[in-house]
């Protein structure tokens, strides 16, 4: 029998890299292949991933490159595990009246990339949410790069866990009656810790 396959952490790249043959360079860049793929930052593919690159950038924490695997997407310094979800009224398909936001909240089973491993029950696997809603409803000027066409709201894991059991989405009328906080880019992290204190206070 083969030896198991070993986990390879992801390196970080700079964009600088390019196509090799055999280790000889060839002209396209990592970035071109970056630009080329991701530049849609309104379709639904890349908001998600985008967001969560916006909530890491505000928590100071995008040193490392983006987690696709586990049960959680960001880890802060001080081992909080945030959940965050996307959704916007713009896409960039044509419309024919804008979109109804809602996010995802749905448990599901955790995979450990590096041990090959589920958990046995489905569930929800970090300590809060971040639900980023691009708010902004002009086609003319949508601009996802912009962090004033953005809210951000916040609620622990433990309050949705109590207050929405097994669901699987909630839309955005729904997520503002449980109470989440209301935050802009930059002032994310204390309503991180704003809900967890509520936890704690419980």
Request: net charge neutral; proline share 6%.
């Amino acid at each position: 029998m083969s030896a198991e396959l070993p986990y390879l952490p992801v390196r970080r790249l700079s964009g600088q890299e390019t196509l090799h043959r055999g280790g000889q360079p060839l002209a396209p860049q990592v970035l071109a292949f970056w630009q080329w793929a991701a530049s849609d930052l309104l379709g639904n593919t890349f908001r998600g991933w985008f967001a969560e690159f916006l909530v890491a950038s505000d928590l100071g924490i995008t040193g490392a490159t983006r987690n696709g695997w586990e049960g959680f997407d960001l880890q802060t310094k001080d081992g909080v595990r945030i959940e965050v979800k996307a959704s916007a009224y713009l896409q960039s398909w044509k419309q024919k009246r804008l979109s109804d936001p809602a996010f995802s909240v749905r448990p599901a089973k955790a995979w450990d990339p590096k041990t090959d491993t589920f958990t046995d029950a489905p569930d929800r696997h970090s300590d809060v949410y971040v639900f980023c809603l691009l708010h902004h409803t002009d086609k003319a000027t949508v601009d996802p790069l912009d962090v004033t066409q953005w809210t951000f709201f916040v609620l622990s894991t433990l309050a949705i866990n109590k207050r929405l059991g097994p669901r699987q989405s909630v839309t955005l009328r729904q997520l503002k009656a449980l109470g989440p906080l209301e935050a802009q880019w930059g002032a994310i992290a204390p309503a991180i810790g704003e809900a967890l204190a509520r936890n704690d206070a419980a």
